[in-house]
Each structure stands twice: as structure tokens, then as C-alpha cells.
């Protein structure tokens, strides 16, 4: 597992949200989240990793410069049964809502396995890549 320390800078809060199948829309969702995210990127890409408070799974997720044609990036480190591979794995999209629809599957399988009715989760902005 990543274990995430201060990515942020003192001007940036994480944001918090929760995965709940009945609200996607809610204003702590993933989709509202990103959205806004999205919203604030500046130019080049936006790299947000996403913790999972219950298990401490976490994803890097890229968003690329706005008005371009790359493709948004998922990277999971944790093996998953739901995809066909032996480890750590990365899911390409065409566009913001495949991404943000491939990100509720995995979270709709652990929410299950976890037998919880929503995840719980941090999402944080990584500066100054390089």
C-alpha cells in the first residue's frame, strides 16, 4: 500500500467524500469531487492520489491538460479480483465520466466485500511532479 504524508501544500485541504451507490451525485461523491477538481486544475496535468480511510487502499489518479487529446489515468495498487490482473494495475479512459465510472465499480466491489453501505475517502492534490 502507498502511504500518503503531505502532498498538499498549506493553501490546498484534502477532500473528503464518501462512495454511497444511492448518491452518486452527493456533494462528497467522486463524480462532485473530481468535478471540482477538474474545475480548479490549472495547465498541464492534475495527479490526485485517493485514500480509502477504511483499508487504506489508495489510487493515483491523472487528469490531463484541458483541451487536449490524453487520457485520463487510474492507477490502483492493489490487486483486484474484478480485473484480470496479478497486481498493481492501471486503467486508461477517453473521458472524465469512463474514469469516474471505472472508480465507483472498484469502489461498489469493496463497499460489498466490506459489507459497509458507503467508503469513506480522501482525495489530494500532488504539486510540483517532476
Not at 465510472?101 to 504539486?127: K, M
Amino acid at each position: 500500500h502507498l502511504r500518503i504524508k503531505a502532498v498538499t501544500n498549506d493553501n490546498d485541504e484534502p477532500k473528503e467524500g464518501a462512495f454511497q451507490e444511492l448518491y452518486l451525485q452527493d456533494s462528497s461523491g467522486v463524480r462532485k469531487l473530481l468535478a471540482t477538481c477538474r474545475n480548479e486544475q490549472g495547465t498541464g496535468w492534475q495527479v490526485l492520489l485517493m485514500e480509502l480511510l477504511q483499508n487504506d487502499d489508495t489510487f493515483c489518479i491523472c487528469l490531463p491538460p484541458k483541451g487536449t487529446a490524453n487520457k485520463f489515468w487510474v492507477f490502483d495498487f492493489c490487486q483486484r479480483s474484478t480485473v484480470n490482473a496479478p497486481g498493481a494495475y492501471a486503467l486508461v479512459h477517453t473521458s472524465m465520466l469512463q474514469m469516474e465510472e471505472s472508480i465507483e465499480s472498484i469502489l461498489r466491489v469493496i463497499s460489498r466485500n466490506d459489507e459497509v453501505e458507503h467508503v469513506p475517502f480522501t482525495l489530494y492534490r500532488v504539486h510540483s511532479l517532476k
